[in-house]
C-alpha cells in the first residue's frame, strides 16, 4: 500500500469538491433533526371557576417515542382533579426518525474516509480498479437511501405536527369530561425539522450527481492500458494455446 501524500488537487476537481459538499450537507441533516427538542401545551379550564385557566405541556424531542411523552402541570400536578401524568401524546415515530439521522451519520463518517482517500492516496485511488467501483457502487446505494430515509422522515414529520398540534385536545380524555374545557395553546416552532427535510433531499440531489464523476473514475469508463494501445493501432497480443 502507498504511503500517505497529501495532494489538495482532487478538492479542486468536482469529485472532491462534491464530496465536501455531501460532508457539510450530511452534518445540518443529521444536526437539525438529531438535536431537536420541543413540547406542546394546551389550557384547562375547570369548574366552578371557568375563568382561569391552567397550563398542562407535554414536552418532546427526538427520537420522537410521542407516547413517552407524558402531560404536566404547573404549577400544580392535578388540574381538574386530574393525574395529567397518566396521559401522553400520541405516535411512536422513532423508527423514521433514528434511520434517517443514523444514515446522515454514517454518511458523514464515510464522507470523511473518502477524501482522506482522495487527498491522502490519490494515486491509488486512481490506479486501483477496485476503490473507484466500491466508491461508485456507495455513492448510488447512498442516493437511493438518502430518497427512501428522507421521505419516510417527511412523513413521519406530517404525523408529529398532526399528532402535536390542535388535534391533541380532541384525543385527551379528561377534556371530554363534562364541565372541563381545553384550549390548544401552542407548540414549539419545527422549522429546525423542515430544515433537516430540505437538507434530506440536497443530499440525494448531491449523490445522484456525483454518481456521475465517480463513474468517471471506474474502469466501466475509462478504457484499460490494453484497451487503449488497441485503439492507438497498437498490435494484439497472438492468442495464447
Given at each position: 500500500m502507498s504511503s500517505f501524500q497529501l495532494n489538495v488537487s482532487p478538492l479542486k476537481e468536482p469529485l472532491g469538491f462534491i464530496k465536501v459538499l455531501e460532508w457539510i450537507a450530511s452534518i445540518f441533516a443529521f444536526a437539525t433533526c438529531g438535536g431537536f427538542k420541543g413540547k406542546t401545551e394546551i389550557q384547562v379550564t375547570c369548574p366552578p371557576s371557568l375563568t382561569e385557566n391552567k397550563t398542562i405541556t407535554a414536552a418532546f424531542a427526538y427520537p420522537f417515542r410521542l407516547n413517552e411523552a407524558s402531560f404536566l402541570a404547573h404549577p400544580d400536578v392535578n388540574v381538574c382533579d386530574v393525574n395529567w401524568k397518566n396521559y401522553v401524546l400520541i405516535g411512536d415515530y422513532s423508527s423514521s426518525a433514528q434511520f434517517y439521522v443514523t444514515f446522515a451519520v454514517f454518511v458523514f463518517l464515510y464522507c470523511i474516509a473518502a477524501l482522506l482517500l482522495y487527498v491522502g492516496y490519490t494515486s491509488l485511488?486512481?490506479?486501483?480498479?477496485?476503490?473507484?467501483?466500491?466508491?461508485?457502487?456507495?455513492?448510488?446505494?447512498?442516493?437511493?437511501?438518502?430518497?427512501?430515509?428522507?421521505?419516510?422522515?417527511?412523513?413521519?414529520?406530517?404525523?408529529?405536527?398532526?399528532?402535536?398540534?390542535?388535534?391533541?385536545?380532541?384525543?385527551?380524555?379528561?377534556?371530554?369530561?363534562?364541565?372541563?374545557?381545553?384550549?390548544?395553546?401552542?407548540?414549539?416552532?419545527?422549522?429546525?425539522?423542515?430544515?433537516?427535510?430540505?437538507?434530506?433531499?440536497?443530499?440525494?440531489?448531491?449523490?445522484?450527481?456525483?454518481?456521475?464523476?465517480?463513474?468517471?473514475e471506474t474502469s466501466l469508463h475509462s478504457p484499460s492500458n490494453t484497451s487503449a494501445s488497441h485503439g492507438q493501432g497498437g498490435i494484439p497480443p497472438p492468442s495464447g494455446i
Open positions: 485511488y486512481r490506479d486501483s480498479r477496485k476503490l473507484p467501483m466500491i466508491d461508485f457502487v456507495v455513492t448510488l446505494v447512498a442516493a437511493f437511501l438518502w430518497l427512501v430515509s428522507t421521505s419516510a422522515w417527511a412523513k413521519a414529520l406530517t404525523d408529529i405536527k398532526i399528532a402535536t398540534g390542535h388535534s391533541i385536545v380532541k384525543e385527551l380524555q379528561p377534556c371530554n369530561h363534562q364541565g372541563v374545557m381545553c384550549y390548544f395553546g401552542s407548540v414549539t416552532s419545527m422549522g429546525s425539522l423542515n430544515v433537516s427535510v430540505i437538507f434530506g433531499f440536497l443530499n440525494m440531489i448531491l449523490w445522484g450527481g456525483n454518481a456521475w464523476f465517480v463513474y468517471k
